[in-house]
């Protein structure tokens, strides 16, 4: 991964009428790299971006693009004058332009030829599934559509710095998946960073080469997926990430976190079985044993019906406070 940091926000406290939003962040974020914001709602992530971008200004701390400061020490550099591309809930769409023209609008701007720019434009478009939306204004467009045009011109930009804010949040799950793909590859091939912000662990998880999880304006904890999954530093910043149960250690000396696939049907814990949740490529079963309740995840359909006496086996597990 490349050293130098593309972004740095160091000490970011942010208020609203003395309404304290971020009590003191500090992030970077490096060229290439996918930074996934991860937290509930209210927890901080549009005040942090919006704020990086410019929009709000800090009570105290500083934002840094390139090694520039850009708020909070002297005078702050306008959202416009910043190298970033920001792509947020609402996309304020030009009424005038065609879906082609707005995506192509970027290109135009660094003084690619017309012909060139919606070249370029279309290309993007037809990777988003789009092309044939072409010659579409804002008004012709469903609320969908509107924001994979939004999408797609802040693809063409070529800026150092993504921002992100629930950008899918309105897509079905295979256009969302199609932007993703998209968003990494592009990433790859221009080495600018991005922060993605989002309340969807799978879609972070996915996505990101490190998660920030976010609590009431705090950071909790940063790591890669794999930490954040599988090491959280609580049980708070473990559910943020998906299903925890947690139980005692067969000796009684700690409390022990246990993801669904941590623990498997079979073996000498004895437990009955409490529910049973068939879920397609899975099924969950919820164990009660002598050392706690846990939910057990096993490829295939339910092998157990509820009320079933079973045994199982802890495989691994994360001592948690
Ligand atoms: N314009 C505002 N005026 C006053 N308080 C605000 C304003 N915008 C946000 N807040 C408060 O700041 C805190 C952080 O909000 P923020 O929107 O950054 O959270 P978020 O994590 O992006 O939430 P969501 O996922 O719901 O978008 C919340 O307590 C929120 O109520």
Redesign the pocket.
């Known amino acids: 991964m490349p050293a130098e940091p593309v972004l740095e926000v160091t000490d970011l406290v942010v208020e ?2 003395g ?1 304290t ?1 971020l009590a003191g962040v500090t992030l970077e974020v490096r060229s290439g790299e996918v930074l996934a914001l991860l ?10 971006l919006h704020t990086v971008a410019g929009f709000l200004l800090p009570r105290s701390g500083t934002v840094r693009l390139a090694g520039t400061t850009v708020a909070g020490d002297g005078r702050p550099v306008a959202p416009e004058r910043r190298d970033l591309a920001v792509v947020f809930q609402n996309y304020a769409l030009w009424p005038h332009l065609s879906a082609l023209d707005t995506v192509a609008y970027p290109a135009r701007r660094r003084g690619t030829g017309r012909k060139q720019a919606r070249a370029e434009a279309l290309a993007i478009l037809d990777r988003l599934r789009i092309a044939h939306l072409a010659d579409r204004k804002p008004a012709e467009l469903s609320g969908g559509e509107q924001q994979r045009v939004g999408l797609a011109r802040a693809l063409a930009r070529r800026a150092s710095v993504y921002l992100f ?2 950008p899918t949040a309105h897509l079905d799950t295979h256009v969302r998946g199609v932007f993703l793909e998209e968003l990494v590859a592009r990433q790859r091939d221009s080495g600018a960073a991005a922060v993605y ?1 989002t ?1 969807d662990a799978e879609e972070a998880l996915g996505l990101a080469d490190r998660v920030a999880l ?1 609590r009431e ?1 705090r950071l909790l904890q940063v790591g890669t997926p794999q930490q954040i999954y599988g090491e959280p530093v609580d049980l708070f910043a473990a559910r943020l990430t998906g299903p925890a149960s947690v139980v005692d250690a067969p000796d009684g000396s700690a409390k022990l976190l246990v993801r669904p696939g941590w623990a498997r049907l079979g073996g000498d814990v004895d437990g009955d079985l409490r529910a049973v949740w068939f879920r397609g490529p899975h099924s969950d079963y919820l164990v009660d044993s002598p050392l706690g309740e846990l939910l057990i995840r096993e490829p295939g359909a339910p092998r157990h019906p509820v009320g079933a006496r079973v045994g199982w086996t802890l495989e691994r597990s994360w001592p948690i406070g």
């Open positions: 609203y009428d309404t939003a937290g509930p709602s209210g927890s901080g992530k549009s005040t942090l804010d629930e912000a309340h976010l304006g």
